[in-house]
């Protein structure tokens, strides 16, 4: 498990291992990976639910009552509701996408798998996505479990993260390059 020197980093590596460890007692790891990924879409959609979780403006007992209510109203519940009260009532929501994180790479890793942050220009189609996993695979030598995030502002190409390696193949980066040759040259 690589460590981090952010506090945040640590904390969330900290509960996303403890959050791991009770799930595969729990024979849950699945249920619980798929819980905190709908929690992450949550978060990307809502502007509200983020700066509920981000700022130290609201109470620890307000943060827990809105992200019980929340979950619920999700069907996020058993081991992971549970956790995401225990994080709200410990006032650290904060370091919950670091968590989120944290326990996929734990899980991929335990799978054999490694895991790969995507970022495209547009949403992959499955059969590009398998493709994508295809070729990932032939260059780290393990299967690849891929999160695919969709970004307009690259206008094109994809940008990808494996461990410490990304490689970025996006049209804005591009675009960024030669705009910055000209500017050189001129």
């Given at each position: 498990m690589a460590q981090s020197s952010s506090p945040i980093s640590a904390v969330a590596e900290r509960?996303?291992?403890s959050l791991f460890e009770l799930a595969l007692q729990a024979n849950s790891v699945a249920k619980v990976e798929a819980d905190l990924n709908s929690f992450a879409a949550m978060l990307e959609g809502s502007e509200d639910l983020l700066r509920l979780i981000k700022s130290p403006v609201f109470?620890?007992?307000?943060q827990a009552k809105a992200v019980a209510a929340i979950a619920?109203?999700?069907g996020i519940t058993g081991l992971t509701g549970n956790f995401l009260r225990v994080v709200a009532g410990n006032r650290r929501l904060f370091a919950v996408p670091g968590m989120i994180t944290a326990f996929?790479?734990?899980a991929a890793d335990h799978r054999g798998e490694t895991a790969a942050e995507v970022t495209s220009a547009h949403e992959l189609t499955a059969a590009q996505q398998t493709e994508l996993k295809a070729a990932l695979k032939s260059v780290s030598g393990k299967d690849v479990a891929i999160t695919v995030t969709v970004?307009?502002?690259l206008l094109g190409g994809l940008v990808v993260k494996i461990?410490?390696?990304q490689i970025d193949t996006s049209l804005k980066t591009k675009l960024n390059s030669l705009k910055l040759a000209l500017k050189e040259v001129g």
């Open positions: 509960y996303a291992g109470s620890s007992e307000d619920d109203k999700a996929r790479r734990i970004d307009p502002s461990g410490s390696r």
